[in-house]
């Protein structure tokens, strides 16, 4: 082995190139790969939701014979998964990182959390009280709503256009699908939000092989 491999590099030109390999290096190492954070959840919707459909579409006939049961059993199922994959892969990439980005990443967590809990909390003292197509469509376009908005809070807080757009996107769906009314929302969230979801991933997939 020649001795001089290991000597820094003796012109600027050199210097600025190896700071900028082992930036991509880093890079690497702690982003994780955005389709395992976005494609478990669009999974999730798109079938999830779909399920919804079929089981409760507008009107009274249903368009599959599925028992009723079934569609709120794999959606949480699948969003279970989606969450647990997600917090996986982000302890790998960022278990080590400290600092104020840890500590954003924690307190929106926490938003996540709370916000989510409160809310249902809330709600379950009222749902029993409505017909169980307004009860399905207030639970479900209360929660494609929360996600979002902390969507774009998130896109906020760390200057994320693609995270700010796609809450932008999971919006304006939802207001859609709640003024279409019961079943068509859930066909709404599952296409449109599901399949947003699933291009959002692998655009920043994309750019993340492009910045690498």
Same mark, same amino acid.
Do not use: K
């Given at each position: ?7 820094? #590099?003796?012109?600027? =030109?050199?210097?600025? $190139? ?9 890079? !690497? %190492?702690?982003? #994780? ?21 079929? !089981? ?39 278990? $080590? ?15 996540? /959390? ?7 909390? *809330? ?7 409505? #017909? ?20 774009? =809070? ?10 700010? %757009? ?10 859609? *699908?709640?003024?279409? *009314? #019961? /079943? ?19 655009? =920043? !997939?994309? %750019?993340?092989? $492009? !910045?690498?």
């Amino acid at each position: 082995m020649d001795p001089d491999d290991d000597l820094p #590099p003796t012109d600027a =030109a050199a210097a600025l $190139q190896l700071i900028q390999d082992q930036r991509s290096v880093a890079a !690497r %190492r702690l982003a #994780p790969d955005a389709r395992l954070l976005y494609w478990p959840w669009g999974v999730a919707w798109l079938v999830g939701f779909g399920l919804f459909f079929l !089981r409760f579409p507008p009107g009274e006939r249903e368009l599959v014979g599925l028992p009723s049961w079934l569609p709120l059993t794999v959606l949480f199922a699948l969003l279970l998964a989606a969450a647990a994959t997600q917090a996986a892969v982000s302890v790998r990439a960022y278990g $080590q990182v400290s600092g104020e980005s840890a500590r954003r990443g924690q307190w929106y967590g926490c938003a996540w /959390g709370l916000g989510s809990v409160s809310v249902y909390a *809330g709600f379950g003292q009222i749902t029993e009280h409505l #017909p169980h197509d307004l009860a399905s469509l207030l639970w479900s376009a209360t929660a494609v709503g929360l996600t979002g908005a902390l969507h774009m =809070a998130g896109g906020a807080i760390w200057l994320d256009r693609d995270l700010f %757009r796609l809450g932008v996107w999971i919006s304006v769906i939802n207001l859609v *699908g709640a003024i279409a *009314g #019961p /079943g068509w929302h859930a066909l709404v969230v599952a296409v449109a939000g599901g399949g947003g979801i699933l291009v959002a991933g692998a655009i =920043a !997939r994309r %750019r993340q092989r $492009q !910045r690498s």
